[in-house]
């Protein structure tokens, strides 16, 4: 039988730098050395990957790339603690283990033909970029596809020229913002919540996904209902400690539901449900 704990080797193909300072993040891009294994993983938008880094430890990462890139898989991770440091200092080449997918993913194709509001601050864009990108390369498949994303400063901004980019094209609008006035910044300046209002996308035929800090996303949330939007046309992604990552350790559970399992993507009408509301 398999060992579900036992990692595939990867290396590091590509490391970009996306932000500086003391919260940096960097996105590391892994290719699975087995041939063979490497043509059999397959994942979905909103999966998560477990990463280990050999001596030190292994953390859970939203996969920030799309499944539409077959040879690798990219992770956006923060400095935080003991092993995302380890891996920010990690160079191209180096060799790192995997295990993975884990969890749900988001719906992709229960939306084709929907208008997309995509709703992100911070780090909370990795799992974001994946859909964004899995939903531009079937960019005929979907609706109206809006993108709202913000960071504290222009430099915390990640994916940063990639969202430029996308800013220029006219199949999709992209509403960036900072929290404080920075000279040459000519975009929104407030809450990722408050810029939110200021588009106020219509909720008919509308999915609104969400992912950044918690405090942001009860906001962010709070604003979408105010526009109409009902809560199963409202998702998001939760990030409970994990250390599995298949359901056995008990580590994530919150009541009966294990995030590593059941989620991490759930709809705000099942949180509720989670949650014992009406
Ligand atoms: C489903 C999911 C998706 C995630 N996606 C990303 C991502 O895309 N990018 C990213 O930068 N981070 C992501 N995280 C958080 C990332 O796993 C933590 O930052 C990381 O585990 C911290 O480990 P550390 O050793 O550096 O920190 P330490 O503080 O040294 O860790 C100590 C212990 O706490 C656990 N831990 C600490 N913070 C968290 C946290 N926020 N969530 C879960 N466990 C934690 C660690 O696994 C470890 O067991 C995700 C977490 C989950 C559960
Ligand atoms: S991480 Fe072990 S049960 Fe979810």
């Known amino acids: 039988m398999n060992n579900p704990y036992k990692p595939w080797l990867a ?7 996306e932000v500086g300072g003391e919260r940096a993040i960097k996105t590391l891009r892994l ?3 087995d041939k063979k ?5 397959s994942f979905k938008p909103g999966q998560c990957i477990m990463v280990s880094l050999f001596g030190v430890g292994e953390c859970m990462f939203a996969i920030a790339s799309s499944p539409t890139e077959k ?8 400095r935080h603690g003991k ?3 380890a891996l920010h200092d990690a160079k191209i080449g180096d060799t790192l283990g995997m295990r993975g997918p884990y969890g749900n993913s988001f719906n992709v194709d229960d939306w084709i033909g929907k208008n997309m509001v995509f709703i992100g601050g911070g780090i909370g864009q990795a799992p974001l970029r994946s859909v964004i990108h899995y939903i531009m390369a079937n960019r005929k498949k979907y609706d109206r596809i809006d993108v709202i994303y913000g960071a504290r400063s222009s430099k915390d901004l990640c994916f940063k020229e990639e ?6 094209r006219n199949d999709i609008n992209v509403h960036l913002s900072i929290d404080k006035e920075e000279h040459g910044w000519d975009r929104f300046v407030g809450f990722v919540p408050d810029n939110l209002l200021k588009v106020s996308p219509s909720p008919e035929n509308t999915i609104a996904v969400t992912c950044g800090p918690p405090i942001m996303i009860k906001f962010v949330i709070e604003k979408l209902l105010k526009l109409g939007f009902p809560p199963n046309q409202i998702f998001t ?12 350790c008990g580590r994530c559970n919150i009541g009966n539901v294990y995030v590593c399992k059941d989620g991490p993507v759930f709809s705000y009408q099942q949180l509720k449900s989670i949650k014992g509301e009406k």
Request: hydrophobic residues 40%.
């Open 37 to 41: 294994i490497r043509e059999n993983f």
């Open 71 to 78: 040879e690798y898989v990219e992770v956006s991770i923060m």
């Open 83 to 85: 092993v995302t440091s």
């Open 163 to 168: 969202l430029f980019e996308l800013e220029k």
């Open 11 to 17: 290396i590091i193909e590509n490391i970009t730098d």
């Open 31 to 33: 290719k699975v050395k």
């Open 237 to 248: 992604t939760l990030e409970m400690r994990m250390k599995c990552g298949i359901g056995k």
